[in-house]
């Protein structure tokens, strides 16, 4: 079989190839290889005049006990694509594909059989902001009781709080304040120990170091590595090549709703393949270090209105005639990049 596809099709069927395969290994009961799996997914919002192609035909494989780092600039798709996955878009639609945890169907079952068997118990999100979204007449215990109570927690729940606050390292006290009583690092850590109530294998951080001080950054990255060396997998959404770095297995570069590049952070990192990663690490100085920081001029395209080829091709420095058309999908050391500069 060769390594290069060149069309998105043909990586679509090798990809799905290989998570049936893996499906085998699983069901032969021997080893469980993948923990998460998406295939081809499209989410759209739809108004009266245009539809937002918010995240078109994104595919990943993300290892057990792996995290993945998405990045990419404002308006990507990144918060659409967590928001699939944990079945909370709003204003919008998953119009195609597939997702799997554990070769368990994210989206392929209904919504009560998902919230019954997988929101919050196997998937949860700390969303984008809820730091600042707690509510402030409650006290942090009534928001915790809240939480379990939505998700119909039907365990020892004092138990599962006092764990999930020992697992962000807040004492019991905090239960009895209220949000505007703490500080912004213990806001997000009250946020996050929420989405570990019960007991979840992937939880979504969306932006959570943005809006906290170098400081408070810093505790939530020791966090968030804490969790994931206790074998939970994070997928760790950010803007900044840097926060991901810290504790990314696997990182998935997307540009205007598409993944353009993919693989260990390893391979990203040393060896960007994309125009658009290179473009991304020469402007984050704490990746390679760089006395002068290379601004990306232009701006992506809008997503109401992506026409075929190649959406990078207004700002990309090495772009070609051929590249009006959609680039081919080819298959790297550990994961994939979309240009016609690697056919
Ligand atoms: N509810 C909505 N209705 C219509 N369009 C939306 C909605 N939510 C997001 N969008 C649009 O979908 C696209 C992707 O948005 P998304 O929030 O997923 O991007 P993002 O990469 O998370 O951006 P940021 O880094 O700013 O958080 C954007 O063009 C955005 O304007
Ligand atoms: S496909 Fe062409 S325009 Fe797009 S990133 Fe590659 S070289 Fe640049
Ligand atoms: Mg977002």
Not at 47 to 69: E, I, M, P, Q, T
Request: proline residues 4%; hydrophobic residues 40%.
């Amino acid at each position: 079989m060769s390594d290069v596809y060149r069309t998105r099709e043909l990586y679509r069927f090798n990809a799905t190839d290989q998570f049936y395969k893996r499906q085998m290994y699983l069901s032969s009961g021997s080893m469980l290889l993948v923990t998460l799996s998406v295939r081809d997914l499209r989410v759209h919002y739809k108004s009266k005049d245009a539809v937002v192609r918010a995240v078109d035909g994104v595919s990943f494989d993300l290892g057990n006990g792996k995290s993945v780092g998405i990045v990419g600039e404002s308006g990507c798709g990144k918060s659409t694509l967590g928001l699939a996955l944990i079945r909370a878009i709003q204003g919008g639609s998953v119009e195609s594909g597939e997702a799997f945890l554990d070769g368990k169907p994210l989206l392929g079952i209904s919504d009560d059989e998902f919230s019954k068997t997988m929101r919050w118990k196997k998937i949860s999100m700390v969303f984008q902001g809820a730091m600042n979204s707690l509510d402030p007449v409650f006290s942090v215990k009534a928001q915790f009781y809240e939480v379990l109570k939505e998700h119909k927690y039907a365990g020892d729940a004092q138990k599962a709080i006092k764990d999930a606050l020992a697992a962000v390292s807040l004492p019991l006290s905090v239960l009895d304040n209220f949000p505007h009583e703490l500080s912004g690092g213990m806001k997000q850590r009250v946020v996050i120990a929420m989405a570990l109530l019960l007991g979840p294998e992937l939880v979504i951080a969306d932006e959570p170091t943005t809006a906290l001080d170098v400081l408070v950054q810093a505790q939530i990255m020791s966090l968030l590595k804490e969790l994931k060396k206790g074998g939970m997998s994070v997928m760790l959404i950010s803007h900044d090549l840097g926060i991901v770095s810290e504790i990314s297995d696997m990182v998935a570069i997307m540009y205007a709703g598409k993944i353009v590049e993919f693989g260990t952070l390893r391979d990203v990192y040393s060896n960007p393949r994309h125009p658009y990663t290179q473009a991304l690490l020469k402007a984050t100085p704490r990746i390679r270090g760089e006395k002068e920081l290379a601004s990306l001029k232009g701006t992506p395209p809008s997503l109401s209105s992506v026409g075929p080829g190649c959406r990078f091709y207004d700002r990309c420095p090495k772009a070609m005639e051929k590249c009006r058309n959609d680039p081919p999908v080819v298959r790297t050391e550990s994961g994939y990049v979309a240009c016609w500069l690697e056919e």
